[in-house]
């Protein structure tokens, strides 16, 4: 079992940056893909980004490539999702998920998920 917990939603105006973290609870994401997804409201949970934690291979949506960074932090068991020049479209509530999965974009291939958290662009 993964548990995860998101933090660092909030509101921000268009241009701004904001930083999510994913903490999890297991002890090692070795050989696990973490990924952020997230959902507008009346809209599909999207892929936002991913990492493979052993290689530290990243995949980012198209939407986000070139504003958007994924690092992780191996001693922390933490993700970070780096938010740069956000837009109002990135409105949405931002989700963790980890799975022995490589670089997937499908939701349903993800098992373990955090709560989310809500981050609010402004224009």
């Known amino acids: 079992q993964v548990q995860l917990v998101e933090s660092g939603g909030g509101l921000v105006q268009a241009g701004g940056s904001l930083r999510l973290s994913c903490a999890a609870s297991r002890r090692t994401f070795s050989g696990y893909t973490v990924a952020w997804f997230r959902q507008a409201p009346g809209k599909e949970r999207e892929f936002v980004g991913a990492i493979t934690w052993s290689g530290g291979s990243t995949l980012y949506a198209d939407s986000v490539r070139g504003r958007f960074t994924i690092a992780r932090d191996n001693a922390k068991n933490t993700l970070y999702l780096q938010m740069n020049n956000l837009k109002p479209e990135d409105t949405a509530v931002y989700y963790c998920?980890?799975?022995?999965?490589?670089?997937?974009?499908?939701?349903?291939?993800?098992?373990?998920w955090g709560q989310g958290t809500q981050v609010t662009v402004s224009s």
């Open positions: 998920a980890a799975d022995y999965v490589g670089l997937s974009t499908v939701v349903g291939n993800y098992d373990y």
